[in-house]
């Protein structure tokens, strides 16, 4: 039952864990059903994960499973004899089934997931032997390192640091035999290690990969995103696309490749952080989120956070944005920071009032337009407008004034007077210089929309195709306005349309974009 988060168990999970099962007007529902003995049937669930084995059955809401341990140690002095006594169990690394046991002795068979770690350990009570009888293992004994094939065998003495690591595309199998006294799971002390990135392993990380983007329905949102981009989402309403994002509000997925289903903050876990590329070594978190808003009605007049009051009062990053106006009806506009300098007493009083609007500076938008909003400008996006927004990995929003509505359930949407006030600029608003002219290439143009210290911002229009060169210094990150074609290395080729977004690893590399269209690349 110690194992993690049960929706991984999804990634690595063979053809057959999926049969044996009906499923009858489900929607996002998963069932694996690794019971031979018997069927598992659905009806009517909504993002529901179904798990059956032989020794229990786990039914819950996608995304709830890290309660488990909860739920399993309030638990355990009634039921403990189901959690401890089991011969098949899951973790984060892969699986094992206990083969026979005795007080003194225990026989297991370990099943190590490609690319996954059982991390830094040692046992008080016990050694232990290891048999490699499928694939290739890199083991750490007490500090020393080195690979070992089928057929080959390791000894582990009691009180010795032990890791292992499958470095093949395969399971590693491993039958353990445990000697000693105490051979239960209790006699595990962790001991401090590092993350095991695939680079560190040997694996060739993928050049690009395709990102599904987390949704948002907050209640300004519309069908825009859906019409224009295709995307799909049970919601009735799409306010937000999150393309890029490993904000644990809301992580896009990767939808390609050999980490297909895998959420992104453990995607770049496994991809190692120098894939980022040199510029985001002193980061602590992924740094930017890339979004699609559609705003069917008037967003509240809001303000953002810098890095200093951010990570001192809400713990993350602070919020600068750019905007590019991707769509927009007739006559739309949008309101950025103020027309004239004012005090803080002054627009506490216009927010009461209502009157905010009246100080606060109009801008007319057309498609293509670009916008930067410096943490600090009170800002609010009008009805009617589509945009493109790449931002700092951030969700500090602090609202000044929303039109009296009320949510969903009829209660007014809280406000934070208190803090927007200390972090609102009150001067005049600065209007931003970009985007700069237009560079002609053969066969396409390019247009730098934004630069700042967070990151820089280009839009490609392609008539035929274009030959982009990607440096060890960042991560890219690529998504489509406009039309049809694939976006490809040496070694991967996507089909793209749009609204697609593509995150491409640091490392020296030409990408190759096909295809009529239209696209914005955003590197730090």
């Not at 046992?123 to 293992?137: L, N, P, T």
């Not at 983007?213 to 209640?219: F, V």
Request: with cysteine; net charge negative.
């Amino acid at each position: 039952w110690d194992i993690g988060h049960i929706e991984d168990m999804e990634k690595f999970s063979e053809s057959s864990d999926f049969e044996n099962s009906i499923q009858e007007d489900c929607i996002n529902t998963t069932v694996l059903n690794r019971s031979k003995r018997n069927i598992v049937v659905t009806n009517g669930l909504k993002n529901i994960m179904v798990v059956n084995t032989d020794d229990a059955v786990y039914i819950g809401e996608k995304g709830l499973s890290p309660q488990l341990k909860t739920i399993v140690r309030e638990n355990k002095e009634e039921y403990g004899h189901y959690f401890e006594d089991n011969k098949i169990s899951y973790r984060p690394w892969g699986m094992y089934e206990v083969l026979n046991s005795e007080p003194n002795y225990k026989v297991k068979k370990l099943t190590i997931f490609p690319g996954e770690t059982i991390y830094a350990h040692k046992h008080a009570y016990r050694s232990e032997h290891w048999s490699i009888v499928e694939g290739k293992a890199r083991v750490s004994i007490d500090g020393t390192t080195r690979d070992y094939e089928e057929k080959e065998s390791i000894d582990v003495a009691v009180g010795v640091s032990h890791q292992v690591s499958n470095v093949t595309r395969e399971n590693l199998i491993i039958i353990e035999v445990a000697v000693g006294e105490s051979v239960t799971e209790k006699d595990i002390i962790s001991l401090q290690s590092m993350d095991v990135s695939e680079k560190e392993l040997g694996f060739e990380i993928e050049d690009i990969v395709e990102l599904e983007p987390a949704y948002k329905d907050y209640l300004w949102g519309g069908n825009k995103l859906k019409k224009l981009y295709g995307k799909k989402c049970d919601y009735g309403t799409i306010a937000e696309s999150w393309e890029l994002s490993g904000h644990e509000a809301g992580e896009s997925i990767i939808s390609s490749g050999r980490y297909k289903g895998v959420a992104f903050g453990h995607y770049l876990k496994k991809i190692g952080w120098e894939a980022l590329g040199w510029k985001c070594e002193n980061y602590e978190k992924f740094p930017l989120l890339i979004k699609f808003i559609d705003a069917k009605e008037d967003l509240s007049v809001q303000v953002h956070p810098g890095d200093e009051y951010a990570i001192r009062e809400e713990g993350e990053y602070g919020k600068n944005e750019m905007w590019y106006i991707a769509h927009c009806k007739k006559g739309a506009k949008l309101y950025c920071g103020l027309k004239e300098k004012k005090t803080k007493e002054e627009i506490k009083k216009r927010v009461e009032k209502g009157t905010i609007m009246e100080v606060m500076k109009e801008f007319p938008v057309k498609q293509g337009d670009v916008f930067f909003i410096e943490a600090g400008t009170i800002h609010a996006i009008g009805e009617g407008i589509v945009i493109y927004e790449i931002q700092q990995s951030s969700n500090s929003t602090y609202r000044l004034y929303d039109y009296g509505r009320k949510d969903r359930f009829g209660n007014f949407r809280e406000l934070h007077l208190e803090k927007a006030l200390k972090v609102a600029n009150m001067e005049p608003y600065d209007e931003w210089k970009f985007p700069c002219k237009e560079e002609v290439e053969e066969g396409y143009t390019k247009q730098i929309l934004g630069q700042c210290k967070y990151f820089e911002s280009i839009r490609y229009t392609i008539k035929t195709q274009a030959e982009i060169e990607v440096e060890d210094a960042s991560f890219s990150v690529v998504s489509f306005l406009e039309g049809f074609g694939e976006i490809k290395t040496k070694t991967t080729c996507l089909r793209f349309y749009p609204g697609k977004t593509y995150f491409i690893a640091a490392g020296k590399k030409k990408v190759m974009v096909q295809g009529e269209c239209q696209f914005i690349m955003t590197h730090i």
